[in-house]
């Protein structure tokens, strides 16, 4: 936890030197506002001395008017000062945010496409807000609460120490005493206000989970058995969180105690020197003043430094996010891709999901520029795994695969998406309009564009027929579509984008017969002149391949033409062809 709060405040304090000036002019302006504030009351008591004397002469009076107009100086200039420190703290704390924000936002989306498998989307949404969230509360409790009090302390010690060495002594002593059982009371409580984060993000996950799967849930009879999961979490965050407060109210009863023994123990001194003739009535007006001012600043200190841990403890999940390498990099020097062919080689490629299944070895395959392939095999055989080892989403094992050449683990990952469009079995919308789904394909496309993309991807006369038409928003992941009419918008999408490798995982799933005549009449005009890798498990989509590869757990079984691999007795490919066509033939 030490390292992980140290990288947490060293992410801080990289946000905050861009905005230095306004940092500094905050904290300078609260020091001077506590400075004027503490001096007021040295004046106020030279007032109630000159009270004390029993003299109403108009020496006296003067000098009474004196000090008033000197204090309302003080109080004046403090009130511009916490004007300054106000409008400023706004000002720095929300840019500082705004860094963090776009830190995090920056840095998490170049993970790869298995940590977000792994990662749960509420989960990863709350660990920002948080890590942002805490930073807010942490700057206002250093610079409202823990500022004023060390300034506080330092200049009350060194008035009461010059008022009389035991004044100061006592007030000095009694301030580290609690501060420290304060310290080390907040230290000891950290692990519980970690493991009551942990057990609030178990709370946050069910949720999300259960909510993203709420049709399973409702048709699978699952309701009970979700609330009682959710119930447990809930649960046990429950007692975790009393256990925090208990121990939280249990600190606050000590540090009443102490305050009370505090004040008693001053004020019998304060009445002592008072009778030796060491101080003054007006000390004892400069004494309760400070007191006050100390009680108000070390009350809070257990408060501060418990929120201020407890908001670190929910940073830290968004730190180990910062702190987590990206498991897929660019290296060093890595150079834009260039495609003039498309020509894809996999040269003895090796994959193995988390180093323990392995699901290709030793894997050879060449794709000619232009060529059309297609990819056939039973589930789990591999072919979504060739395209997102092509794509790059993960890193192979050994091996190389290249791109007209080049080996795109050398190329920017970013060049290499450039060049190749998916349309994916699955397809997910941004909840934004139709027509900004499509022009996510090439963002500088003009509207006429987007309209002939879509036309080609037959999905225009849908759009026309909604009520907002290309300005209807999607809803959430496209929920608001049906399968076939997302499947459309994303290949609308590819015809835009128009890149020199296509791939198709499934891209015709999702339509009903009709819907997909058209739709293989849009995707012929879109392969011409592409490298194309097509995946289904339809094969009445892919007779039209230049080459099928057939593939399972052994790698590459069969290849040829849809008609050459038909004719193969007891071949794989012509087994599936008569399973699913051999009914109709």
Known sequence: MKANTRKTFFYYFQAALKHKALGLLMLGSIIVARLLDLAAPIYLRDFFNILASGQASSPVVDSLIRILIIVSVLKAIQW??????????????????????NMCFAYLHKHSFSYFNN???????????????????????????????????????????????????????????????????????????????EAETATTRVLADTITNNLNVKLFNGYRRELKLYSQVLDDFRIKRLFTWTLGNIIEAVQGFLMVGLEMGILFLATWLWQQGKITIGDFVLIQSYLISIFMHTWDFGRIIRTVYENLADAEEMTVVLETLH????????????????????????????????????????????????????????????????????????????????????????????????????????????????????PDASDKEVLIAAKAANCHEFIQGLSDGYNTYVGERGVKLSGGERQRVAIARAVLRNAPILVLDEATSSLDSESEKLIQDALDKLMKGKTVIVIAHRLSTIRKMDRVVVIDHRGIIEEGTHDELNKIKDGIYRKLWRLQAGGFI
Do not use: C
């Open 119 to 197: 990662n749960f989307v509420g989960s990863l949404v709350k660990r920002v807000k948080w890590f942002v969230k805490a930073f807010e509360t942490v700057t206002d409790r250093f610079s409202w609460g823990l500022l004023p009090l060390f300034v506080d302390i330092i200049t009350i010690a060194t008035v009461l120490f010059f008022t009389n060495f035991w004044l100061g002594f006592g007030v000095l002593s009694w301030t580290i005493m609690f501060l420290g059982i304060n310290w080390a009371f907040t230290k000891y409580k950290l692990k519980y206000d970690i493991a009551r984060s």
């Open 80 to 101: 511009v000062m916490w004007r300054i420190a106000t409008f400023s703290d706004s000002s720095f704390t929300s840019k500082v945010a705004f860094e963090l924000n």
């Open 327 to 442: 498991e897929i990099q660019d290296v060093p020097g890595a150079k834009k891709l260039n495609v003039a062919k498309g020509e894809i080689n996999f040269q003895n490629v090796d994959f193995n999901y988390h180093q323990t299944r392995k699901l290709l070895e030793n894997f050879n395959l060449s794709i000619k520029p232009g060529e059309r392939l297609a990819l056939v095999g039973p589930s789990g055989a591999g072919k979504t795994t060739i395209t997102r080892l092509l794509l790059r989403l993960h890193d192979i094992s050994g091996g190389q695969i290249l791109v007209d050449g080049q080996n795109i683990a050398k190329t920017t990952q970013e060049s290499l998406w450039k060049n190749i469009s998916l349309v994916p079995q699955e397809p997910i919308l941004f909840h934004r309009t139709l027509m900004e789904n499509i022009r996510y394909g090439r």
